[in-house]
Protein backbone atom coordinates (compact mmCIF):
# COMPACT_ATOMS: atom_id res chain seq x y z
CA UNK A 1 0.00 0.00 0.00
CA UNK A 2 0.89 3.34 -0.75
CA UNK A 3 1.47 5.92 2.56
CA UNK A 4 -0.68 8.50 2.60
CA UNK A 5 1.00 12.05 2.13
CA UNK A 6 2.55 12.83 5.64
CA UNK A 7 5.22 15.94 4.39
CA UNK A 8 3.47 19.55 4.44
CA UNK A 9 4.82 20.53 1.38
CA UNK A 10 2.68 17.88 -0.48
CA UNK A 11 -0.84 18.24 1.60
CA UNK A 12 -2.98 20.58 -0.65
CA UNK A 13 -4.63 21.82 2.78
CA UNK A 14 -1.19 22.66 3.89
CA UNK A 15 -0.41 24.96 0.34
CA UNK A 16 -3.69 26.76 1.01
CA UNK A 17 -2.78 27.66 4.69
CA UNK A 18 0.72 28.79 3.26
CA UNK A 19 -0.78 31.22 0.89
CA UNK A 20 -3.31 32.92 3.30
CA UNK A 21 -1.02 32.95 5.90
CA UNK A 22 1.52 35.04 3.30
CA UNK A 23 -1.73 36.98 1.64
CA UNK A 24 -2.45 38.06 5.14
CA UNK A 25 0.99 39.32 6.13
CA UNK A 26 1.24 41.26 2.55
CA UNK A 27 -2.06 43.10 3.58
CA UNK A 28 -0.59 43.97 6.89
CA UNK A 29 3.00 45.09 4.85
CA UNK A 30 1.19 46.61 2.64
CA UNK A 31 -1.77 48.63 4.99
CA UNK A 32 1.95 49.40 7.22
CA UNK A 33 3.21 50.73 4.06
CA UNK A 34 0.68 53.06 2.99
CA UNK A 35 0.45 54.28 6.39
CA UNK A 36 4.25 55.66 7.15
CA UNK A 37 3.86 57.09 3.14
CA UNK A 38 0.19 58.91 4.32
CA UNK A 39 2.55 60.07 7.39
CA UNK A 40 5.32 61.34 5.76
CA UNK A 41 3.49 63.20 3.48
CA UNK A 42 1.61 64.98 6.03
CA UNK A 43 5.14 65.63 7.54
CA UNK A 44 6.20 67.13 4.28
CA UNK A 45 3.14 69.21 4.11
CA UNK A 46 3.73 70.85 7.74
CA UNK A 47 6.96 71.66 7.01
CA UNK A 48 6.09 73.48 4.28
CA UNK A 49 3.43 74.98 5.55
CA UNK A 50 6.29 76.24 8.46
CA UNK A 51 8.22 77.51 6.01
CA UNK A 52 5.83 79.54 4.49
CA UNK A 53 4.65 81.20 7.42
CA UNK A 54 8.29 81.70 8.80
CA UNK A 55 9.12 83.24 5.28
CA UNK A 56 5.44 85.16 5.82
CA UNK A 57 6.51 86.43 9.23
CA UNK A 58 10.16 87.50 7.91
CA UNK A 59 8.50 89.98 5.57
CA UNK A 60 6.29 91.03 7.60
CA UNK A 61 9.36 92.74 9.75
CA UNK A 62 10.66 94.37 6.83
CA UNK A 63 6.76 95.73 6.11
CA UNK A 64 6.07 97.31 2.67
CA UNK A 65 8.01 99.39 0.32
CA UNK A 66 5.84 102.75 1.30
CA UNK A 67 9.18 104.36 3.26
CA UNK A 68 11.24 103.16 -0.23
CA UNK A 69 8.59 105.31 -1.95
CA UNK A 70 8.15 108.11 0.27
CA UNK A 71 11.93 108.68 0.49
CA UNK A 72 11.90 109.53 -3.35
CA UNK A 73 12.18 113.16 -4.79
CA UNK A 74 9.60 114.67 -6.70
CA UNK A 75 8.76 112.19 -9.11
CA UNK A 76 5.52 110.83 -11.39
CA UNK A 77 3.64 107.95 -9.95
CA UNK A 78 2.64 104.73 -12.06
CA UNK A 79 -0.37 102.46 -12.03
CA UNK A 80 -0.56 99.58 -14.19
CA UNK A 81 -4.09 98.70 -15.40
CA UNK A 82 -3.89 95.72 -17.11
CA UNK A 83 -5.39 92.47 -18.62
CA UNK A 84 -9.26 91.69 -18.46
CA UNK A 85 -11.39 93.72 -16.63
CA UNK A 86 -13.06 91.90 -13.83
CA UNK A 87 -10.93 88.60 -14.06
CA UNK A 88 -10.74 85.97 -11.68
CA UNK A 89 -7.88 87.03 -11.30
CA UNK A 90 -6.93 90.67 -10.33
CA UNK A 91 -9.29 93.54 -8.29
CA UNK A 92 -8.17 96.43 -10.71
CA UNK A 93 -10.91 98.74 -8.67
CA UNK A 94 -8.75 97.63 -5.53
CA UNK A 95 -5.66 98.06 -7.25
CA UNK A 96 -6.67 101.73 -8.74
CA UNK A 97 -7.84 102.39 -5.28
CA UNK A 98 -4.88 101.24 -3.32
CA UNK A 99 -2.20 102.94 -5.46
CA UNK A 100 -3.32 106.15 -6.12
CA UNK A 101 -4.43 106.18 -2.03
CA UNK A 102 -0.61 105.68 -1.86
CA UNK A 103 -0.04 108.81 -3.75
CA UNK A 104 -1.88 111.26 -2.36
CA UNK A 105 -0.06 110.04 0.64
CA UNK A 106 3.45 110.96 -0.75
CA UNK A 107 3.40 115.03 -1.18
CA UNK A 108 6.32 114.14 -3.63
CA UNK A 109 4.38 112.59 -6.40
CA UNK A 110 3.22 115.57 -8.66
CA UNK A 111 1.01 113.48 -11.11
CA UNK A 112 -0.20 110.00 -11.12
CA UNK A 113 -0.41 108.02 -14.72
CA UNK A 114 -2.71 104.65 -15.16
CA UNK A 115 -0.52 102.82 -17.75
CA UNK A 116 -3.50 101.24 -19.59
CA UNK A 117 -3.06 97.87 -21.59
CA UNK A 118 -6.35 95.89 -21.59
CA UNK A 119 -9.15 94.82 -24.04
CA UNK A 120 -11.68 95.39 -21.79
CA UNK A 121 -14.21 93.45 -19.65
CA UNK A 122 -16.79 93.84 -17.25
CA UNK A 123 -19.03 97.09 -17.48
CA UNK A 124 -19.97 96.97 -13.82
CA UNK A 125 -16.17 96.91 -12.55
CA UNK A 126 -15.34 99.51 -15.43
CA UNK A 127 -18.35 101.62 -14.22
CA UNK A 128 -17.23 101.09 -10.21
CA UNK A 129 -13.74 102.10 -11.17
CA UNK A 130 -14.77 105.14 -13.17
CA UNK A 131 -16.77 106.67 -10.37
CA UNK A 132 -13.72 105.89 -7.55
CA UNK A 133 -11.59 107.73 -10.08
CA UNK A 134 -13.70 110.33 -10.49
CA UNK A 135 -14.14 110.72 -6.39
CA UNK A 136 -10.81 110.16 -5.26
CA UNK A 137 -9.87 113.20 -8.39
CA UNK A 138 -12.40 115.22 -6.54
CA UNK A 139 -10.57 115.26 -3.04
CA UNK A 140 -7.37 115.57 -4.58
CA UNK A 141 -7.10 118.28 -6.91
CA UNK A 142 -3.57 119.53 -7.02
CA UNK A 143 -2.56 115.80 -7.99
CA UNK A 144 -3.66 115.42 -12.18
CA UNK A 145 -4.50 111.97 -13.06
CA UNK A 146 -3.69 111.55 -16.74
CA UNK A 147 -3.98 107.79 -18.47
CA UNK A 148 -1.25 106.61 -20.75
CA UNK A 149 -2.52 104.01 -23.67
CA UNK A 150 -0.29 101.58 -25.02
CA UNK A 151 -0.81 98.72 -27.03
CA UNK A 152 -4.44 98.63 -26.30
CA UNK A 153 -7.15 100.58 -24.41
CA UNK A 154 -10.46 99.82 -25.72
CA UNK A 155 -14.13 99.27 -24.56
CA UNK A 156 -13.87 98.61 -20.41
CA UNK A 157 -10.67 99.68 -20.27
CA UNK A 158 -11.63 103.49 -21.80
CA UNK A 159 -14.66 103.42 -20.08
CA UNK A 160 -11.86 103.48 -17.08
CA UNK A 161 -9.68 105.90 -18.80
CA UNK A 162 -12.57 108.46 -19.08
CA UNK A 163 -12.27 109.42 -15.97
CA UNK A 164 -8.98 110.75 -16.15
CA UNK A 165 -8.21 114.72 -16.63
CA UNK A 166 -6.35 113.64 -20.44
CA UNK A 167 -5.82 110.69 -22.26
CA UNK A 168 -2.70 110.14 -24.29
CA UNK A 169 -1.87 107.18 -26.64
CA UNK A 170 0.57 106.22 -29.40
CA UNK A 171 -0.63 106.74 -32.92
CA UNK A 172 -0.55 103.22 -33.34
CA UNK A 173 -2.79 102.02 -30.20
CA UNK A 174 -6.08 100.69 -30.45
CA UNK A 175 -8.69 102.88 -28.32
CA UNK A 176 -12.33 103.28 -28.25
CA UNK A 177 -15.06 100.30 -28.74
CA UNK A 178 -17.30 102.08 -26.97
CA UNK A 179 -20.06 99.58 -26.99
CA UNK A 180 -21.78 96.26 -25.69
CA UNK A 181 -21.21 92.74 -26.64
CA UNK A 182 -23.28 89.76 -25.36
CA UNK A 183 -23.49 86.39 -27.51
CA UNK A 184 -23.85 82.43 -27.60
CA UNK A 185 -24.59 79.82 -30.26
CA UNK A 186 -28.11 78.34 -31.16
CA UNK A 187 -27.86 74.34 -31.39
CA UNK A 188 -31.29 74.13 -32.22
CA UNK A 189 -30.87 72.91 -35.69
CA UNK A 190 -28.24 70.80 -35.04
CA UNK A 191 -29.98 69.00 -32.82
CA UNK A 192 -33.17 68.94 -35.04
CA UNK A 193 -31.00 67.23 -37.78
CA UNK A 194 -29.72 64.69 -35.40
CA UNK A 195 -32.78 63.85 -33.85
CA UNK A 196 -32.09 65.16 -30.28
CA UNK A 197 -34.67 66.91 -27.79
CA UNK A 198 -34.00 68.97 -25.30
CA UNK A 199 -35.11 68.27 -21.63
CA UNK A 200 -35.07 71.64 -20.13
CA UNK A 201 -37.43 72.15 -16.62
CA UNK A 202 -37.72 75.83 -15.49
CA UNK A 203 -40.16 77.49 -13.12
CA UNK A 204 -40.45 81.02 -14.73
CA UNK A 205 -40.95 81.51 -18.68
CA UNK A 206 -37.66 83.48 -18.82
CA UNK A 207 -35.15 81.53 -16.69
CA UNK A 208 -33.80 79.05 -19.18
CA UNK A 209 -33.23 82.16 -21.28
CA UNK A 210 -29.69 82.06 -23.25
CA UNK A 211 -29.36 78.18 -23.58
CA UNK A 212 -27.92 77.08 -27.01
CA UNK A 213 -29.95 74.21 -27.35
CA UNK A 214 -33.62 75.70 -26.54
CA UNK A 215 -35.31 78.52 -28.98
CA UNK A 216 -35.50 81.95 -28.04
CA UNK A 217 -38.63 83.59 -28.38
CA UNK A 218 -39.03 86.96 -29.90
CA UNK A 219 -39.87 88.48 -26.25
CA UNK A 220 -36.40 86.89 -24.78
CA UNK A 221 -34.56 88.49 -28.24
CA UNK A 222 -36.32 92.20 -26.98
CA UNK A 223 -34.96 91.38 -23.21
CA UNK A 224 -31.35 90.77 -24.31
CA UNK A 225 -31.35 93.65 -26.75
CA UNK A 226 -33.09 95.96 -23.72
CA UNK A 227 -30.04 95.06 -21.70
CA UNK A 228 -27.79 96.14 -23.84
CA UNK A 229 -29.03 99.29 -24.99
CA UNK A 230 -29.23 99.85 -20.63
CA UNK A 231 -25.60 99.38 -20.30
CA UNK A 232 -24.21 101.12 -23.41
CA UNK A 233 -26.03 103.89 -22.46
CA UNK A 234 -24.42 104.02 -19.07
CA UNK A 235 -20.95 103.71 -20.95
CA UNK A 236 -22.00 106.25 -23.27
CA UNK A 237 -23.02 108.66 -20.54
CA UNK A 238 -19.72 108.10 -18.27
CA UNK A 239 -17.55 108.46 -21.45
CA UNK A 240 -19.57 112.29 -22.42
CA UNK A 241 -19.13 113.07 -18.76
CA UNK A 242 -15.64 112.70 -18.14
CA UNK A 243 -14.78 113.83 -21.88
CA UNK A 244 -16.98 116.34 -21.87
CA UNK A 245 -16.55 118.96 -25.12
CA UNK A 246 -14.17 117.60 -25.95
CA UNK A 247 -15.79 114.48 -27.86
CA UNK A 248 -17.07 115.05 -31.19
CA UNK A 249 -19.27 112.81 -31.51
CA UNK A 250 -22.00 115.11 -33.63
CA UNK A 251 -19.44 115.24 -36.19
CA UNK A 252 -18.44 111.08 -36.05
CA UNK A 253 -21.84 109.26 -35.71
CA UNK A 254 -19.69 106.12 -35.23
CA UNK A 255 -18.31 107.30 -32.28
CA UNK A 256 -20.25 105.41 -29.68
CA UNK A 257 -20.98 102.54 -32.63
CA UNK A 258 -18.59 100.26 -30.70
CA UNK A 259 -15.92 100.88 -33.52
CA UNK A 260 -12.31 100.75 -32.45
CA UNK A 261 -9.31 103.77 -33.89
CA UNK A 262 -6.11 104.10 -33.71
CA UNK A 263 -4.38 106.59 -31.64
CA UNK A 264 -3.85 108.93 -34.55
CA UNK A 265 -8.01 108.41 -35.46
CA UNK A 266 -9.20 108.74 -31.68
CA UNK A 267 -7.05 112.28 -31.54
CA UNK A 268 -9.15 113.67 -34.35
CA UNK A 269 -12.43 112.24 -32.94
CA UNK A 270 -11.62 113.76 -29.38
CA UNK A 271 -11.23 110.38 -27.35
CA UNK A 272 -7.77 111.18 -26.57
CA UNK A 273 -5.79 114.54 -26.04
CA UNK A 274 -2.64 114.25 -27.71
CA UNK A 275 0.53 111.27 -28.39
CA UNK A 276 2.35 110.16 -25.86
CA UNK A 277 3.86 107.42 -23.63
CA UNK A 278 4.65 107.18 -20.32
CA UNK A 279 8.15 108.89 -20.41
CA UNK A 280 7.22 111.90 -22.42
CA UNK A 281 4.01 112.57 -20.48
CA UNK A 282 6.08 112.35 -16.99
CA UNK A 283 8.93 114.76 -18.86
CA UNK A 284 6.81 117.43 -20.71
CA UNK A 285 3.61 117.55 -19.02
CA UNK A 286 4.39 116.70 -15.67
CA UNK A 287 7.44 118.01 -15.36
CA UNK A 288 9.10 114.96 -13.05
CA UNK A 289 10.94 112.43 -15.36
CA UNK A 290 11.35 109.75 -12.41
CA UNK A 291 8.68 107.25 -12.55
CA UNK A 292 7.00 105.57 -9.45
CA UNK A 293 5.42 102.27 -9.99
CA UNK A 294 2.47 102.59 -7.08
CA UNK A 295 0.87 99.06 -8.65
CA UNK A 296 0.22 97.43 -5.34
CA UNK A 297 1.71 93.79 -5.69
CA UNK A 298 -0.31 90.92 -4.62
CA UNK A 299 0.93 89.71 -0.84
CA UNK A 300 1.78 86.05 -0.43
CA UNK A 301 -0.97 85.16 1.45
CA UNK A 302 -3.55 86.50 -1.16
CA UNK A 303 -1.25 84.29 -4.14
CA UNK A 304 -1.58 80.62 -1.64
CA UNK A 305 -5.52 81.42 -0.62
CA UNK A 306 -6.03 81.57 -4.51
CA UNK A 307 -3.44 78.71 -5.58
CA UNK A 308 -5.38 76.71 -2.41
CA UNK A 309 -8.85 77.95 -3.73
CA UNK A 310 -8.15 76.90 -7.26
CA UNK A 311 -6.64 73.36 -6.26
CA UNK A 312 -9.58 72.92 -4.42
CA UNK A 313 -12.61 73.61 -6.74
CA UNK A 314 -10.31 71.53 -9.03
CA UNK A 315 -10.71 68.34 -6.54
CA UNK A 316 -14.43 69.06 -5.86
CA UNK A 317 -14.76 68.54 -9.85
CA UNK A 318 -13.40 65.90 -10.31
CA UNK A 319 -15.13 63.86 -7.38
CA UNK A 320 -18.34 65.41 -8.65
CA UNK A 321 -17.35 63.96 -11.96
CA UNK A 322 -17.12 60.79 -10.87
CA UNK A 323 -20.52 60.95 -9.02
CA UNK A 324 -22.46 62.07 -11.67
Not at 42 to 51: A, M, Y
Request: aromatic share 8%; glycine share 8%.
Amino acid sequence: MQEPYSREGNNPSSHSGSFWEREVLREVLLASYKEQRSARIWRNIWRVIGVILFLMFIASLFGDDTDAVQSSGEHTAVIDLKGEIGNELDDQVEMLRTGMEAVYNNPNAKAIIIRANSPGGSPVVSNIAFNEIRRMKSEHKDIPVYVVAEDMCASGCYYIAAAADKIYADPSSVVGSIGVIGGGFDATGLMDKIGIKRRLKIAGSNKGMGDPFSPETPAQTQIWEKMLTDIHKEFIKSVKLGRGKRLKDQQYSDVFSGRIYTGSEAKEVGLIDDFGSVYSVARDVVKAPELVNYTPEEDFGKMLGRHLSAEMETKVKEKLSKIW
